[in-house]
């Protein structure tokens, strides 16, 4: 299982879930590290490191590059991180990081089609198109969260 974003309070669960970052906020490696990071081809990962050994949030993580930048985007654009409990261990690590490495690139989404691509990978935005289309329209929505909101609060 995938989980959108970094894992927290994953750690009790039975099955093993990874997290899936798909921008970098702050620079969790040193300047030579993340040089590795800026070179890395699409489907190339960066060797597996650890984050929060001192914590309950003990995690090995990885970045991913799904496609290569566009002309006007940063270098950093189509990376990903992605990590896992570190109680699975650093061979099933290796062994999750080597398979999405493969299937990941093949899921990324076109620029001309998502914005947000490739982070943006094509089940999630078919995911969130089904769940956009079964909210309805948008400013009938937000009309009727107005008057609930005024109602709640006479």
Known sequence: MIADGPLQ?????????LGYIKSQHQQLLERKEMDLVRQLQPGQRTPIFSLGQDTKYHRLSWYLRLDSPAPDETVL????RLEMDAKYGLQQ???RANQLGTLLPKLKNSRHRDARS????VPIAVLERAVRHRLG????RQRNYRQTL?????
């Open 9 to 17: 309070n994953t750690h009790s669960l039975k099955h093993e879930v």
């Open 77 to 80: 654009a189509g990376i990903v």
């Open 93 to 95: 690590a290796q062994k």
């Open 118 to 121: 490739p982070q943006n990978l």
């Open 137 to 140: 329209d948008p400013a009938l």
């Open 150 to 154: 005024l109602g709640a609060f006479p």
